[in-house]
């Protein structure tokens, strides 16, 4: 099984600032990662597929890069809205699809 | 555009069987794969399995003894059944689709989510 580790595991920015977070692959995964945004109380949503595709309407300050085990997504000119949990997922090695703890982002 | 959405019971007792249903709008079931995931209270996600064509499956090897998904295609419907639940199966229970090519293993639409509580 493929262990997805993120960090940091809490980051607090201030609106209108820059976002990374990080995701690490126990081995590689190619460009076969994807990106998810919760917010409480409701489902993951799709954010980025294939490492750095975004995902339909998905705004444009959300990318992602990486290959092979290290990934980032950056979320660049933060707004209140952004504010989530975020988690990484490998579909390279399968079963099990296995995703990261996740990362909570905090705006100021 | 796929829409799922979920039911079952919220509540099962210890040493039961955990039924959930998924029901599918706006695809065949024919054109993608579809799994559930859990997500433990103030937790991350774990993938459970999926089902393919009715008849294809693939689980996750931690939950492969009790877990069954099943697909019901007249009714675009697929379900999840668990047995001997334990207090540790209590979390939020997600449908999802994923597309077949080796490359769209990723989860594109969720269902709302269901909290099911395991108690004595």
């Known amino acids: 099984e493929i262990v997805m580790t993120q960090s940091p595991v809490t980051l607090s920015v201030s609106p209108g600032e820059r976002a990374t977070l990080s995701c690490r692959a126990s081995q590689s995964v190619g460009t076969l990662l994807a990106w998810y945004q919760q917010k409480p109380g409701q489902a993951p949503r799709l954010l980025i597929y294939?490492?750095?595709t975004r995902a339909t309407g998905v705004p444009p300050r959300f990318s992602g890069s990486g290959s092979e085990t290290e990934f980032t997504l950056t979320i660049s000119s933060l707004q209140s809205e952004d504010s989530a949990v975020y988690y990484c997922?490998?579909?390279?090695?399968?079963?099990?699809?296995?995703f990261g703890q996740g990362s909570t982002l905090e705006i100021k | 555009q796929v829409q799922l959405q979920q039911s079952g019971p919220r509540l099962v007792k210890v040493s039961e069987t955990l039924s959930l249903t998924c029901s599918v709008s706006?695809?065949?079931?024919?054109?993608?794969?579809w799994s559930w995931i859990r997500q433990h209270p103030g937790k991350g996600l774990e993938w459970i399995g999926y089902?393919?064509?009715?008849?294809?499956?693939n689980y996750n090897p931690s939950l492969r003894s009790r877990a069954t998904i099943s697909q019901d295609t007249s009714r675009n419907q697929f379900s999840l059944k668990l047995t001997s639940v334990t207090p540790a199966d209590t979390a939020i229970y997600y449908c999802?689709?994923?597309?077949?090519?080796?490359?769209?293993?990723?989860?594109?639409?969720w269902g709302q989510g269901i909290l099911v509580t395991v108690s004595s």
């Open positions: 089902i393919y064509y009715s008849r294809t499956t």
């Open positions: 999802v689709n994923h597309g077949l090519a080796r490359n769209d293993g990723y989860f594109d639409r």
């Open positions: 706006g695809a065949s079931m024919n054109d993608y794969y």
């Open positions: 997922q490998q579909y390279y090695h399968w079963p099990p699809y296995t």
């Open positions: 294939g490492a750095s």
